[in-house]
Each structure stands twice: as C-alpha cells, then as structure tokens.
C-alpha cells in the first residue's frame, strides 16, 4: 500500500518547529507493512492543502491512502477539513467518528477534532489530529478496516 503522509503545520513548514507527528505516522506505516511514497509539509491554507490532496489522488503515481496531521482543532487558521471535503468525492463518516469515540478514551479533546475522512477516486484521505500520539492513536483506531476501504474503492470489495 502507498501512503502520503501530509503535515499541516504553519510553523513546521516554516522551519521554526520539527515535524514530529510525519515521522510517528512513517513509523505507525511502516511497522503495518505499508510504503510512504510521498511526504510534504505544507502551512495551514486551504489551497496548499488542496493542490497536496489531489496531486497525490491523482497522481501520477497516485498514492492508496492519505494521512494528513493538523489543522482539524478550533484554531482561526484550522482548516483541514474544510480544504479536504474541497477534494472528497464521497465521505466516510464511520471512520472519524470512531476516530473520535476512541480518542476519547485517552483525551476528553478528542472531541474538539473536526477531522473528515472519505475518498477522492480510489484513494482514501484520513484527517487525523496534529500531535503524535493523537494522530497514531487515530490511525490505529481504523488501520484494519483500511484494507477493505480500499478494495470496496476499487469495486472489490463486498
């Protein structure tokens, strides 16, 4: 499987702060046997966020699974999912929604995440939250379902 991982960060792509939570969901990836084929880190602006989203759907080579982390929180300049629903052709509400149920679990601010999750062709896109044990944890919750998602994209999968 080949996933990019996209880091949301206005600071981070600046350069004043490390990407940490890129490099935890390299490691959640690879530890799943999964390949990263793409890594970018862009500010917090729809229209970087966007532009990232599509050229990795669409390739070429188009990537199976985007991860993208930060920019799901309250903030004035959160604007993840709004620049991801932009790019989703169908939404998978299912996924942020136990995305969300688990985080709880560990976080009461799990519940703050507007994070979307859904598809654009036949690549999956997860919005998950902007630190790294959040975003590990978020993926984790829907790692194994990620497979299926895929195949049920790809017309193979009922």
Known sequence: MRVGILT????????????ASGPALAEAAARRGWSVAARATVP???????????????GPPAVDLVLTTGGT????????????????????????????REGEKSSPH??????????RGRTLILNLPGSPRGCVESLETV??????????LAGEGH
């Open 44 to 58: 917090d602006e729809a229209a970087a966020i966007s532009a990232c989203l599509r050229r990795w759907c669409e």
């Open 73 to 100: 929180g309250l903030g004035p300049r959160d604007v993840t999912p709004e620049a991801t629903r932009e790019v989703l052709e169908k939404e998978l509400p299912g996924f942020s929604e136990r995305m969300r």
């Open 143 to 152: 790692a194994g379902l990620v497979p299926h998602a895929l195949l049920m």
């Open 8 to 19: 949301v960060s206005d600071r981070s792509s600046r350069g004043e702060r490390p990407d």
């Open 110 to 119: 799990a519940a703050l995440s507007r994070g979307l999750c859904g598809a």
